[in-house]
């Protein structure tokens, strides 16, 4: 949506997830295995590839601003 914290950080439609928190994102629940790593107060590092392009990202826990 317009306006969203994935929208300032950069996310749009089209992406595809290829790391979380610097593990490879081959199935979701090696996604789910990575998010639960990486815990809900730090920063979560994304690696994303749209078009030819490799797009690296950091989405910040919701408290931070």
Same mark, same amino acid.
């Given at each position: 949506?317009?306006?969203?914290?994935?929208?300032?950080?950069?996310?749009?439609?089209?992406? +595809?997830?290829?790391?979380?928190?610097?593990?490879?994102?081959?199935?979701?629940?090696?996604?789910?295995?990575?998010?639960?790593?990486?815990?809900?107060?730090?920063?979560?590092?994304? +690696?994303?590839?749209?078009?030819?392009?490799?797009?690296?990202?950091?989405?910040?826990?919701?408290?931070?601003?």
């Amino acid at each position: 949506p317009p306006g969203s914290r994935a929208e300032r950080a950069g996310l749009k439609v089209g992406a +595809v997830l290829t790391e979380v928190n610097g593990r490879p994102a081959v199935t979701l629940d090696a996604v789910r295995e990575a998010l639960l790593a990486a815990g809900p107060d730090g920063p979560l590092p994304l +690696v994303l590839r749209r078009d030819q392009e490799r797009i690296v990202v950091t989405l910040e826990p919701t408290g931070s601003r």
